[in-house]
């Protein structure tokens, strides 16, 4: 669906302090392939909220085939918030993951560290290669999340050739694109942020990643371990399993998070009335869910689209409200607006740039498999255990079965001479399972994981849980890590971006809810 620094000289450290300090010896002043790029044109943003922020913003200009520097060139979008702290301690990339999310608006991110520590960083936004801004923007079929679409799990024949047909057609639709398709591959990316790096006047970037954002910390810190001095990672790819398997377990722990919010929504049940355990909420669900593929609300929420709006309850606690007030207005008051509204803020009508950036990058990054009878094995095999998104989750990746260009080999990411960096997850991140951070955790051997046990979120750092972002806080202003100790695990732990308590809920429900989060929600 929907990694970094220069070796740190232990001598003289303190334990749990292992400071991403700069590295010693020569660091390039030029970028990928000696490409040194022209100076960034500053001027005032175009979107308000960066405005309002003070920031600046311009072009990066990079060669389309860093190979060719000479050749074709690409104009990445890039705004600029400066530091406001006496101490500057250089330039912060951020990337929201994706493949696909913009960036651009990120370098507001730094006012949300605690204790002002962001403010001796100069935080640079950018749209990606192909994304938002950036020119050219790839773009495929604008129309292609248009609603009611054929029922996502193929129980006949015809049904699976129909969604063939549609991802086959998407993925001829994307060839319109030319040549840049065959050049946003996750190293395009970060050969573009070197570039950027030189064009900001820096020997070293300090990089804040979410999500997909995370593999491509891992890749640039492969590539230009030299170049990176601090790094924060939050929701870990797993470098081992790009893209193919790691949508297949995405898929098992998207149903188990689902069922999370079944309960959830079962706890509060004197407040929505969907049932009073989870079983009974889920049997509903699915009960909507096969109505609305007979026939869809409004003509317009089928099946599908009912799969897609409560996958976000997978991904984050922040919506479950929202959420939870649609499937109420729907089954108790035929509200499918709301619904639908929800839909669309996720699949924004006739915008396809996320998903067409997305499906370039993945399907280019590394070789899919060919075969369409491995997907559809592989595929039932994960539905039978867990029916949530499977399915949804195989057509949306279904592109890269006929992707115009041709794919690349990923990158052996390799931390050995990487500096310390803060990785972040909580452990029931179905989007990037903990699993992952915990590869990346071996790969980074100076590295150190913060984990929350029992929680759902993905990359939900700087939200407000303070044992969390008073560590980023901390590093970020000193380098200073929680202490790396032996075995497979996390080195710090805390507790996870809490559940909300809905108005109205019950005296009963709100002590439940008020239990610390630790004891309340871990299930394995």
Known sequence: MKKILAVLAAAGVAAGTLAAAPVAGAVSATGPAGYTPPPISWGPCQSASLKNAGAECGFLVVPMDHDQPSGAKVQVAVSRIKHKS??????????????????????????????????????????????????????????????????????????????????????????KNGAILDH??????????????????????????????????????????????????????DPRKVWYQANLDQDVAFDRNIKIYFDWLAKYDSVYHLGNTGAEVEKLWYDQQKKLERTPAGGVIGGDEWTDVFLQAGYYVFGWEDMAKAFDGWVHRGDWQTLKKLYDESNPPGDDNGYAVYSAVQCTDVQWPANWHRWRLDTWKTYFRAPFETWGNTWFNAPCLNWPAKPGKPVEVDGGDVGGILLISEELDAATPYEGSLEVRKLFPNSSLISAPGGTTHAGSLSGVACVDDKVADYLATGALPKRTPGNH????????PPPVPAGASDQAQQKSDTPALARLPRF
């Open 86 to 175: 006496a101490q500057y301690q250089g330039v912060m990339l951020v990337n929201p993951g994706g493949p696909g999310g913009s960036g651009l608006g990120l370098s507001t991110l730094g006012k949300y560290v605690p204790n002002h520590a962001g403010e001796a960083y100069d935080w640079i936004g950018f749209d990606p290669r192909g994304v938002g801004s950036s020119k050219p923007a790839v773009t495929c079929d604008g129309n292609y999340f248009s609603s009611d679409r054929p029922p996502y799990v193929p129980a006949t024949p015809q049904l699976e050739r129909t969604w063939l047909a549609k991802t086959e057609g998407y993925a001829k639709a994307c060839a």
């Open 184 to 237: 946003v591959k996750t190293t395009d990316v970060a050969q573009d942020m070197d570039s950027l790096r030189v064009a900001l006047g820096e020997k070293q970037i300090n990089y804040y990643g979410f999500s997909y954002g995370t593999y491509l910390g891992q890749v640039y810190s492969t590539l230009y371990p030299g170049h990176v001095r601090r790094m924060v990672l939050d929701g870990n790819v």
């Open 490 to 497: 996390s080195d710090a732990r805390c507790e996870p971006v």
